[in-house]
């Protein structure tokens, strides 16, 4: 993929005003991990700033990671950088089948990135990686200023020979393809923000760096930036799955997430993933429902409400209890039940065609509820993240119901 990867569109959203003060992240004095961006809605927020055509392809994915959540969590706040990049990668590539965009290719030569567009990998706070091919929006948070990003852009001796001033949508625009609709690659010119060599635009509005190698993507992304109504977040497909992830406050503790457009076969809509974070008190993010939902909503036929659920699956305390959750859309709930027992059936009984292992073992505990005409899987297993996506992908029978 990561060759592809480097062709299509890239955005990047660099906020300013990113958190960075003393009161965000782990709080000290109760040992509670409280969320280190706005309004605790990392992943919402960055979906908000993706437009919503993007999704009309059913190849498209949206792929997330919080960086600095990942710090926090990890203890990396006063590491060096050398020491930084090496947990990094261990968490968001040594780990998954694959990698994303934000540590892919060439995207670990800090010092070079950070001479290419004035930041690297380690300035990121959160990433999200839209793909509808061939196009590409890659979105990113960071606190670097960004006229440090324009002093790069203007002084990069590769890039800034090429560089002219448009401007698209009202807003000035840096623009190294000559005003073409399309960038085209030039293998002379890779660097490591540009691999294949794809100069693209750039425009700064209002401490947001939005870059692309397509005209119509740049004017999209800006209008979901002005009207997340036009954004991926807000599309009658994807709103309720992000509702169902979140049940309060758990999109500020998301690590990673994913949001597939194709479903497994015999499902309706696109496919969200979430590997989420507890508090230190043993309450992974994701855990409450709302104020509408009664606990019938979320329990296994036979169970007891009170034992199950994100909360009592998690099966530890501290900070950093991983659980992963995947949620797919039936038609109705009457179809939601039937699939879900499916699946309770097939993981007690079937193995993994991916793993050559029980379903028991591939995704430890896994629990199977339903709200409405959605079916919910979670798993409070370190890996279920890596392991669900897997099982994802690969159309294994433990979600694939013609």
Known sequence: MAAWVAAGIVVVAVTAAACT????????????????????????????????????????????????????????????????????????VDTVQTPPELFAQRGTEIDAFREELGFSVL?????????SPPEQALIMETSVDPAQIDEAVRSDPVWSPLLDVDTVAGHEVYDWDDGAAVSTPDPGRSTAARPLGRGGQLAIVDGTVTRTVSRSTLVATLGAFGDPETSIARRDDVAPLLAEVAGGETEGRVIQGYLQARPPAGWSGPVLLVDLVSDTDGEPAGDQAPDDQTSDDRTPDGADPADEGPGDASGGSGAGQRTGLLVLAADDAEEASARADAIRATYETATSLAFALPFTDVVP?????????????????????????????????LLDIA
Do not use: C, K
């Not at 300035?123 to 793909?131: A, I, K, N, P, Q």
């Not at 959605?374 to 370190?382: E, Y």
């Open 365 to 397: 505990d896994l629990t199977v509820t339903t709200n409405g005409p959605l079916v919910v899987l979670t798993s409070p297993a370190d890996l279920a993240f890596t392991q669900l996506r897997i099982v994802l992908q690969t159309a294994d029978p």
């Open 123 to 131: 300035d990121v706070d959160r990433s999200l990686d839209v793909l």
């Open 21 to 92: 003060s003393g009161d965000d992240g782990a709080d000290e004095a109760d040992g509670t991990l409280r969320p280190p961006n706005e309004d605790g809605r990392g992943f919402e927020l960055l979906l908000e700033r993706a437009a919503a055509a993007m999704f009309d392809s059913e190849e498209a994915t949206a792929d997330y990671v919080d960086v600095e959540l990942a710090e926090i969590v990890t203890g990396l706040d006063d590491a060096s950088e050398d020491e930084r990049l090496a947990a990094l990668t261990t968490m968001f």
